[in-house]
């Protein structure tokens, strides 16, 4: 299963489907299989029809996505080992949904290009990227979309 974490929001992304977190309480879950240090929960996500808890040890900072039925039986676990940025993702998803030729009525492509670049949480050419933002207000005036990244 490919389960994916933002550890600064909480959000879990199931097979490309975000879960947000029900509550942040952390609780004793169980010992790390790694190191047999004790494991906390750090986010609770509904999922199907039980929870799938995101869970983190102690000592060496493994952590775990843990399913549970509604009756809060065990289903499975897996160690979380890749990671998102929910608000690169959405920038990026944003930036897909507008039309091309629109983005390019406004912006050159070196603009557009370091947009995407930051969008995707990559190295990008500040002084490009500061001359778009200074278009924004312009874009939003012709096209009624406000772009915020
Ligand atoms: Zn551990």
């Known amino acids: 299963m490919d389960i994916r974490y933002d550890v600064e929001n909480n959000v ?11 509550s942040l309480d952390i609780n004793f879950i169980g010992v790390c299989s790694h190191c047999n240090s004790d494991v906390f929960s750090m986010s609770y996500h509904p999922y199907e029809d039980g929870m799938l808890v995101i869970a983190k040890c102690n000592s060496c900072d493994n952590i775990y996505a843990i399913i549970y ?12 080992s890749q990671f998102f940025d929910l608000k690169s993702c959405n920038d990026l ?15 050159t492509p070196a603009e557009i290009d370091s947009m995407y670049t ?22 939003e005036d012709l096209f009624g979309i406000k772009i915020n990244i």
Not at 71 to 80: K, L, P
Not at 119 to 134: I, P
């Open 69 to 80: 039925d509604k009756d809060w039986n065990w289903q499975s676990e897996e160690t979380i």
């Open 118 to 139: 930051k969008a995707r949480g990559e190295k990008y050419t500040r002084q490009y990227l500061y001359r778009a933002r200074k278009k924004y207000v312009d874009f």
């Open 12 to 22: 879990v992304k199931v097979e490309d489907i975000d879960l947000c977190p029900q």
């Open 93 to 107: 998803k944003f930036l897909d949904s507008i039309n091309k030729k629109k983005l390019a009525a406004v912006f």
